[in-house]
Protein backbone atom coordinates (compact mmCIF):
# COMPACT_ATOMS: atom_id res chain seq x y z
CA UNK A 1 0.00 0.00 0.00
CA UNK A 2 1.21 3.39 -0.80
CA UNK A 3 2.03 5.89 1.82
CA UNK A 4 -1.02 8.29 0.64
CA UNK A 5 -3.13 5.14 1.06
CA UNK A 6 -1.54 4.28 4.42
CA UNK A 7 -2.24 8.28 5.36
CA UNK A 8 -5.68 8.34 4.28
CA UNK A 9 -6.28 4.56 5.85
CA UNK A 10 -5.20 6.28 9.42
CA UNK A 11 -7.16 9.22 9.08
CA UNK A 12 -10.66 7.99 8.52
CA UNK A 13 -11.30 7.68 12.32
CA UNK A 14 -9.68 10.30 13.58
CA UNK A 15 -10.16 14.33 13.92
CA UNK A 16 -7.39 15.57 12.01
CA UNK A 17 -5.31 18.70 13.39
CA UNK A 18 -3.10 20.77 10.82
CA UNK A 19 -0.78 22.35 12.82
CA UNK A 20 1.80 24.69 11.45
CA UNK A 21 5.39 23.46 13.26
CA UNK A 22 7.51 26.42 12.65
CA UNK A 23 7.24 30.02 14.06
CA UNK A 24 7.17 29.67 17.21
CA UNK A 25 9.95 30.84 20.17
CA UNK A 26 10.69 27.76 21.14
CA UNK A 27 10.84 25.91 17.54
CA UNK A 28 8.90 22.40 16.19
CA UNK A 29 10.70 20.71 18.53
CA UNK A 30 8.28 22.08 21.13
CA UNK A 31 5.72 21.81 19.13
CA UNK A 32 5.87 18.16 18.38
CA UNK A 33 6.55 17.09 22.01
CA UNK A 34 3.38 18.69 22.91
CA UNK A 35 1.46 16.61 19.89
CA UNK A 36 3.42 13.51 21.72
CA UNK A 37 1.69 14.70 24.81
CA UNK A 38 -1.57 15.02 23.23
CA UNK A 39 -1.47 11.63 21.48
CA UNK A 40 -0.75 9.53 24.56
CA UNK A 41 -3.62 10.42 25.80
CA UNK A 42 -6.15 11.06 22.98
CA UNK A 43 -6.33 7.57 20.26
CA UNK A 44 -8.98 9.52 17.97
CA UNK A 45 -6.51 12.17 16.89
CA UNK A 46 -4.76 12.96 14.01
CA UNK A 47 -1.83 15.50 12.99
CA UNK A 48 -1.02 16.92 9.44
CA UNK A 49 2.56 18.55 10.02
CA UNK A 50 4.01 21.65 8.42
CA UNK A 51 7.48 22.63 7.97
CA UNK A 52 10.64 21.91 6.51
CA UNK A 53 11.02 17.71 6.32
CA UNK A 54 14.53 17.76 7.30
CA UNK A 55 13.91 19.24 10.46
CA UNK A 56 10.50 17.47 11.39
CA UNK A 57 10.97 13.63 10.11
CA UNK A 58 14.16 13.11 12.79
CA UNK A 59 11.49 15.03 15.54
CA UNK A 60 8.91 13.01 14.54
CA UNK A 61 10.15 9.22 14.05
CA UNK A 62 11.85 9.52 17.62
CA UNK A 63 8.22 9.35 18.83
CA UNK A 64 6.84 6.16 17.43
CA UNK A 65 3.09 6.85 18.25
CA UNK A 66 3.57 10.28 15.99
CA UNK A 67 4.75 7.71 13.27
CA UNK A 68 1.56 6.43 12.84
CA UNK A 69 -0.77 8.98 12.73
CA UNK A 70 0.87 11.98 11.64
CA UNK A 71 1.58 13.23 8.29
CA UNK A 72 4.79 15.83 7.58
CA UNK A 73 3.88 18.50 4.90
CA UNK A 74 7.21 19.66 3.34
CA UNK A 75 6.90 24.21 3.60
CA UNK A 76 9.93 25.40 3.13
CA UNK A 77 9.17 28.64 4.24
CA UNK A 78 8.95 30.16 8.02
CA UNK A 79 6.74 33.18 9.25
CA UNK A 80 8.47 34.93 11.78
CA UNK A 81 7.95 36.91 14.20
CA UNK A 82 8.87 40.00 12.74
CA UNK A 83 7.66 39.74 9.28
CA UNK A 84 4.65 42.72 8.77
CA UNK A 85 1.22 40.64 7.69
CA UNK A 86 1.25 42.56 4.77
CA UNK A 87 4.46 41.28 3.62
CA UNK A 88 3.42 37.44 4.30
CA UNK A 89 0.48 37.58 2.09
CA UNK A 90 3.22 38.53 -1.24
CA UNK A 91 5.94 36.34 -0.23
CA UNK A 92 4.43 33.76 2.27
CA UNK A 93 2.35 31.37 -0.30
CA UNK A 94 5.62 28.71 0.50
CA UNK A 95 5.54 29.14 4.12
CA UNK A 96 4.15 26.31 7.40
CA UNK A 97 1.75 28.58 7.94
CA UNK A 98 -0.07 29.12 4.45
CA UNK A 99 0.18 25.26 4.35
CA UNK A 100 -1.10 24.61 7.05
CA UNK A 101 -4.23 26.73 6.62
CA UNK A 102 -4.50 25.55 3.27
CA UNK A 103 -4.92 22.11 4.40
CA UNK A 104 -7.75 23.33 6.54
CA UNK A 105 -9.38 24.86 3.34
CA UNK A 106 -9.22 22.02 1.00
CA UNK A 107 -11.24 19.66 4.21
CA UNK A 108 -8.14 17.52 4.94
CA UNK A 109 -8.49 18.60 8.40
CA UNK A 110 -10.83 20.30 11.25
CA UNK A 111 -8.68 23.12 12.51
CA UNK A 112 -5.55 24.56 12.16
CA UNK A 113 -3.20 25.47 15.29
CA UNK A 114 -0.52 27.76 15.20
CA UNK A 115 2.12 29.25 17.06
CA UNK A 116 3.33 31.70 14.69
CA UNK A 117 2.75 35.63 14.22
CA UNK A 118 -0.72 36.43 15.15
CA UNK A 119 -0.96 39.35 12.93
CA UNK A 120 -0.13 37.27 10.09
CA UNK A 121 -2.00 34.24 10.90
CA UNK A 122 -5.06 36.63 11.13
CA UNK A 123 -5.20 38.48 7.95
CA UNK A 124 -3.57 35.02 5.90
CA UNK A 125 -6.74 33.08 7.22
CA UNK A 126 -8.94 36.07 6.15
CA UNK A 127 -7.75 35.61 2.76
CA UNK A 128 -7.28 31.53 2.54
CA UNK A 129 -10.37 30.41 4.87
CA UNK A 130 -12.68 33.68 4.07
CA UNK A 131 -14.80 35.46 6.37
CA UNK A 132 -18.74 34.11 7.12
CA UNK A 133 -21.17 35.41 5.21
CA UNK A 134 -22.58 38.73 7.56
CA UNK A 135 -19.07 38.66 9.67
CA UNK A 136 -17.91 42.20 9.96
CA UNK A 137 -14.75 41.28 11.72
CA UNK A 138 -12.77 37.94 12.86
CA UNK A 139 -12.50 37.94 16.89
CA UNK A 140 -10.25 36.52 18.37
CA UNK A 141 -11.80 34.54 21.53
CA UNK A 142 -9.06 34.00 24.69
CA UNK A 143 -10.53 31.45 27.99
CA UNK A 144 -9.99 33.02 31.14
CA UNK A 145 -9.69 30.88 34.42
CA UNK A 146 -12.66 31.57 36.13
CA UNK A 147 -14.67 29.59 39.26
CA UNK A 148 -17.54 29.36 37.26
CA UNK A 149 -18.20 25.18 36.47
CA UNK A 150 -16.71 25.07 33.39
CA UNK A 151 -13.76 26.76 34.78
CA UNK A 152 -12.72 29.53 31.94
CA UNK A 153 -14.50 32.50 31.01
CA UNK A 154 -14.29 33.46 27.31
CA UNK A 155 -13.42 36.78 26.19
CA UNK A 156 -13.24 37.93 23.31
CA UNK A 157 -11.93 39.93 20.98
CA UNK A 158 -8.34 38.87 22.34
CA UNK A 159 -6.48 41.35 19.96
CA UNK A 160 -7.60 40.83 16.00
CA UNK A 161 -8.86 44.02 15.55
CA UNK A 162 -8.46 47.32 17.63
CA UNK A 163 -11.20 48.60 16.65
CA UNK A 164 -14.83 47.71 17.11
CA UNK A 165 -18.08 49.66 16.41
CA UNK A 166 -21.68 48.60 18.12
CA UNK A 167 -23.06 45.80 15.31
CA UNK A 168 -18.76 44.24 15.98
CA UNK A 169 -19.48 43.86 19.73
CA UNK A 170 -23.13 42.22 18.59
CA UNK A 171 -21.63 39.58 16.45
CA UNK A 172 -18.58 38.79 19.28
CA UNK A 173 -21.46 38.55 21.24
CA UNK A 174 -23.06 35.62 19.34
CA UNK A 175 -19.70 34.21 18.25
CA UNK A 176 -19.09 33.97 22.13
CA UNK A 177 -22.29 32.60 22.69
CA UNK A 178 -21.88 29.74 20.10
CA UNK A 179 -18.26 29.42 21.31
CA UNK A 180 -19.69 28.69 24.90
CA UNK A 181 -22.27 26.50 23.40
CA UNK A 182 -19.98 24.26 21.45
CA UNK A 183 -16.65 24.25 23.04
CA UNK A 184 -18.24 23.99 26.87
CA UNK A 185 -21.54 22.52 26.61
CA UNK A 186 -23.65 26.00 28.12
CA UNK A 187 -27.43 25.40 26.80
CA UNK A 188 -27.64 29.50 27.79
CA UNK A 189 -24.36 31.19 28.40
CA UNK A 190 -24.47 34.82 30.27
CA UNK A 191 -22.61 37.45 28.62
CA UNK A 192 -21.36 40.80 29.58
CA UNK A 193 -20.03 43.51 27.86
CA UNK A 194 -17.19 45.30 29.74
CA UNK A 195 -16.49 48.86 30.44
CA UNK A 196 -15.51 51.28 33.08
CA UNK A 197 -18.76 50.79 35.87
CA UNK A 198 -21.67 49.13 35.91
CA UNK A 199 -24.27 51.96 35.09
CA UNK A 200 -26.15 51.97 31.60
CA UNK A 201 -25.45 55.96 31.32
CA UNK A 202 -21.43 55.17 31.33
CA UNK A 203 -19.36 53.94 28.85
CA UNK A 204 -18.36 55.61 24.96
CA UNK A 205 -21.27 56.15 22.87
CA UNK A 206 -20.19 52.92 21.06
CA UNK A 207 -20.60 51.02 24.31
CA UNK A 208 -24.07 52.06 24.54
CA UNK A 209 -25.33 51.11 21.37
CA UNK A 210 -23.81 47.77 21.92
CA UNK A 211 -25.70 47.50 25.08
CA UNK A 212 -29.31 47.64 23.22
CA UNK A 213 -28.22 45.81 20.12
CA UNK A 214 -27.05 42.62 22.34
CA UNK A 215 -29.86 43.06 24.90
CA UNK A 216 -32.40 43.41 21.44
CA UNK A 217 -30.62 39.73 20.34
CA UNK A 218 -30.73 38.28 23.81
CA UNK A 219 -34.09 36.44 24.00
CA UNK A 220 -34.44 35.33 19.97
CA UNK A 221 -30.62 33.63 20.15
CA UNK A 222 -31.06 31.91 23.34
CA UNK A 223 -28.69 33.94 25.72
CA UNK A 224 -28.54 35.60 29.04
CA UNK A 225 -27.21 39.45 28.78
CA UNK A 226 -26.14 40.74 32.54
CA UNK A 227 -24.92 44.05 30.70
CA UNK A 228 -21.97 45.79 31.83
CA UNK A 229 -19.39 44.13 33.65
CA UNK A 230 -15.97 45.41 35.29
CA UNK A 231 -12.19 44.34 34.72
CA UNK A 232 -12.93 42.22 38.13
CA UNK A 233 -15.16 40.03 36.08
CA UNK A 234 -13.08 38.89 33.58
CA UNK A 235 -12.33 35.80 36.31
CA UNK A 236 -15.65 36.09 38.00
CA UNK A 237 -18.45 34.46 37.99
CA UNK A 238 -21.01 37.14 36.89
CA UNK A 239 -21.02 35.96 32.88
CA UNK A 240 -19.48 33.33 30.94
CA UNK A 241 -18.43 35.81 28.07
CA UNK A 242 -17.25 39.32 28.28
CA UNK A 243 -17.16 41.13 24.86
CA UNK A 244 -14.84 43.75 24.42
CA UNK A 245 -12.80 45.19 21.54
CA UNK A 246 -9.62 44.52 20.77
CA UNK A 247 -7.18 46.56 22.18
CA UNK A 248 -8.84 46.56 25.26
CA UNK A 249 -9.11 42.48 25.37
CA UNK A 250 -5.22 42.57 24.53
CA UNK A 251 -4.44 44.46 27.48
CA UNK A 252 -6.02 42.50 29.70
CA UNK A 253 -5.15 39.46 28.83
CA UNK A 254 -1.29 40.26 28.69
CA UNK A 255 -1.58 42.08 32.14
CA UNK A 256 -3.39 38.89 33.63
CA UNK A 257 -0.51 36.58 32.28
CA UNK A 258 1.64 39.04 34.17
CA UNK A 259 -0.19 38.74 37.44
CA UNK A 260 -0.84 34.67 37.20
CA UNK A 261 3.65 34.51 37.03
CA UNK A 262 3.89 37.17 39.49
CA UNK A 263 1.99 35.15 41.80
CA UNK A 264 3.52 31.92 41.04
CA UNK A 265 6.68 33.77 41.59
CA UNK A 266 5.86 35.53 44.66
CA UNK A 267 4.83 31.99 46.28
CA UNK A 268 7.73 30.51 45.39
CA UNK A 269 9.77 33.06 46.92
CA UNK A 270 7.70 33.44 50.07
CA UNK A 271 8.02 29.52 50.57
CA UNK A 272 11.72 29.69 50.02
CA UNK A 273 12.43 32.53 52.79
CA UNK A 274 13.18 30.68 55.64
CA UNK A 275 13.44 26.63 57.23
CA UNK A 276 10.08 26.70 58.54
CA UNK A 277 8.18 27.99 55.12
CA UNK A 278 10.28 25.42 53.34
CA UNK A 279 8.90 22.70 55.93
CA UNK A 280 5.27 24.35 55.31
CA UNK A 281 5.94 24.26 51.62
CA UNK A 282 6.22 20.24 51.81
CA UNK A 283 3.21 20.09 53.63
CA UNK A 284 1.17 21.95 51.37
CA UNK A 285 2.92 20.61 48.14
CA UNK A 286 -0.43 18.99 46.65
CA UNK A 287 -2.41 22.07 47.44
CA UNK A 288 0.56 24.41 45.84
CA UNK A 289 0.63 22.01 42.76
CA UNK A 290 -2.99 22.42 42.33
CA UNK A 291 -3.01 26.02 42.83
CA UNK A 292 -0.07 26.09 39.95
CA UNK A 293 -1.77 24.25 37.65
CA UNK A 294 -5.44 26.40 38.02
CA UNK A 295 -3.09 29.87 37.24
CA UNK A 296 -0.80 28.42 34.82
CA UNK A 297 -1.66 30.24 31.28
CA UNK A 298 0.05 27.04 29.56
CA UNK A 299 -3.17 25.18 30.17
CA UNK A 300 -5.50 27.62 28.84
CA UNK A 301 -3.10 28.50 26.20
CA UNK A 302 -5.32 28.47 22.48
CA UNK A 303 -6.70 31.81 21.09
CA UNK A 304 -9.63 30.37 18.91
CA UNK A 305 -10.62 33.01 15.28
CA UNK A 306 -14.08 33.18 14.96
CA UNK A 307 -16.61 34.19 11.95
CA UNK A 308 -14.37 32.05 9.24
CA UNK A 309 -14.92 29.74 7.41
CA UNK A 310 -13.01 27.43 8.95
CA UNK A 311 -11.62 26.75 12.36
CA UNK A 312 -7.69 28.47 13.78
CA UNK A 313 -6.39 28.34 17.21
CA UNK A 314 -3.48 30.64 17.65
CA UNK A 315 -1.30 29.26 20.29
CA UNK A 316 0.85 31.57 22.60
CA UNK A 317 4.11 32.39 20.55
CA UNK A 318 6.46 31.52 23.59
CA UNK A 319 4.12 27.83 24.49
CA UNK A 320 6.35 24.88 25.28
CA UNK A 321 4.83 21.37 25.26
CA UNK A 322 2.33 21.75 27.65
CA UNK A 323 0.81 25.07 25.99
CA UNK A 324 0.91 23.42 22.79
CA UNK A 325 -1.10 20.40 23.85
CA UNK A 326 -3.63 22.56 25.86
CA UNK A 327 -4.13 24.13 21.83
CA UNK A 328 -4.38 20.89 20.83
CA UNK A 329 -6.76 19.38 23.10
CA UNK A 330 -8.83 22.59 22.58
CA UNK A 331 -8.92 22.28 18.36
CA UNK A 332 -10.05 18.62 19.09
CA UNK A 333 -13.32 19.57 21.01
CA UNK A 334 -14.22 21.96 18.46
CA UNK A 335 -13.36 19.65 15.41
CA UNK A 336 -15.53 17.04 17.45
CA UNK A 337 -18.50 19.61 17.84
CA UNK A 338 -18.67 20.96 13.93
CA UNK A 339 -18.03 24.21 15.45
CA UNK A 340 -17.39 25.99 12.11
CA UNK A 341 -20.52 24.98 10.66
CA UNK A 342 -22.47 25.77 14.05
CA UNK A 343 -21.08 29.38 14.18
CA UNK A 344 -22.22 29.69 10.14
CA UNK A 345 -25.76 28.59 10.76
CA UNK A 346 -25.70 31.19 14.50
CA UNK A 347 -24.46 34.03 12.64
CA UNK A 348 -26.71 33.34 9.40
CA UNK A 349 -29.71 33.14 11.54
CA UNK A 350 -28.47 36.77 13.53
CA UNK A 351 -28.40 37.82 9.99
CA UNK A 352 -32.25 37.04 8.91
CA UNK A 353 -33.47 38.32 12.33
CA UNK A 354 -31.14 41.60 11.69
CA UNK A 355 -33.09 42.23 8.50
CA UNK A 356 -36.67 40.94 9.80
CA UNK A 357 -35.90 43.58 12.43
CA UNK A 358 -34.90 46.30 9.59
CA UNK A 359 -37.79 45.92 7.50
CA UNK A 360 -40.07 46.30 10.61
CA UNK A 361 -38.55 49.37 11.39
CA UNK A 362 -39.01 50.60 7.71
CA UNK A 363 -42.58 49.46 7.83
CA UNK A 364 -43.39 51.69 10.70
CA UNK A 365 -41.28 54.58 9.31
CA UNK A 366 -43.65 54.28 6.01
Known sequence: MSDASDHKSTRSNRTIISVDAMGGDL?????VAGLYYSARKNPNIGFILH???????PLVNKRKILKDICEIRDARDVVSMDDKPSQVIRTGKESSMWSALESVRQGEATVCVSCGNTGALMLMSVIRLRKLPGIYRPAIAVLWPSPNPQGFNIMLDGGADIRADAKDLMQYALMGVSYARNGFDLPRPRVGLLNVGTEEHKG?????????LISANARNADFEFVGFVEGRDLPGTRCDVVVTDGFTGNVALKTGEGVAKMISDQLKEAFRYTPLSRIAALLALTSLRRLKKRIDPRRSNGGVFLGLNGTVVKSHGSADATGVSAAVKLAFQLGQTGFSQKLAARVASAAMLEQDANSDTHGEDE
Open 51 to 57: GPKEKLE
Open 204 to 212: RSELREAYD
Open 27 to 31: GPSAV
